[in-house]
């Protein structure tokens, strides 16, 4: 969305503000946006609002008018992929299979800690099947901001459907009709990803179909590639 000529995305694309610094103050967030003069809308991409439990009560209550767009990738290659991110800026010491174990442990104490607005480095560095749990997160925003405000896609369609998805982003946020940007073709670092063992894969399958079934019956969205595990 940053191409189009109505749009302002912050820079950094991710402030974290709701999250990791929103003892900065709204002034330090609002500050990103002072020098914009013709875009109609403004706005940043930070994922892990999402999964932090306290982002959407701040965001609802700093912008009760904010429209929110959600992209959701498949659980499997979602907790994946953040593995892999967390290894390639040196966050994660170890293997997958010992990542994932160690999870539950590294994230027991997170929502205490977050609740006294603090940092809690394994909730953002080391959360892997957690952040695919799309049902226990969404809920959150599904009760603040009325389903006019909230748009939820399929990631993979951005680039199976560009040009549908993009029609449907411009409808959301109610701009000028103007040429789709070139999208790259995959996601970064999807070489890993594919790597994975076919059995790690039916193991986390197995752990996220809760996740599965709640996606497509409260948003019909559903991964065709991901019925195979």
């Not at 439990?53 to 992209?71: E, G, Q, S, T």
């Not at 994932?100 to 603090?118: H, Y």
């Not at 394994?122 to 009760?143: D, I, K, N, T, V």
């Not at 894969?201 to 996606?215: E, F, G, I, K, N």
Request: net charge negative; hydrophobic share 40%.
């Amino acid at each position: 969305m940053a191409k189009h000529p109505q749009v302002h995305l912050s820079n950094p694309k991710e402030l974290h503000f709701f999250s990791n610094h929103f003892s900065r103050g709204l002034s330090w967030y609002c500050s990103h946006f002072e020098k914009v003069r013709q875009a109609q809308r403004c706005g940043e991409i930070t994922p892990y609002y999402i999964f932090h439990p306290l982002a959407p009560a701040r965001i609802a209550a700093a912008m009760p008018r904010a429209k929110l767009i959600v992209l959701l990738r498949d659980p499997v290659e979602w907790a994946l992929s953040q593995y892999f991110h967390s290894r390639r800026l040196g966050l994660e010491p170890l293997w997958l299979g010992d990542a994932l174990a160690a999870e539950p442990d590294r994230l027991a104490d997170a929502d205490s800690t977050l609740v006294q607005e603090e940092l809690h480095l394994s909730h953002h560095q080391h959360s892997y099947l957690s952040r695919s749990r799309y049902e226990q997160q969404l809920p959150r925003y599904m009760g603040l901001f009325p389903q006019e405000k909230l748009l939820v896609l399929r990631s993979e369609d951005l680039f199976l459907e560009g040009p549908r998805i993009w029609m449907q982003l411009l409808d959301f946020l109610q701009l000028e009709a103007n040429a789709m940007p070139e999208l790259p073709h995959a996601y970064a670092g999807d070489g890993d990803v594919k790597n994975v063992d076919n059995g790690l894969r039916h193991m986390l399958a197995d752990q996220l179909a809760p996740t599965y079934r709640w996606v497509e019956q409260h948003y019909g969205i559903v991964w065709p590639e991901s019925v195979g595990l």
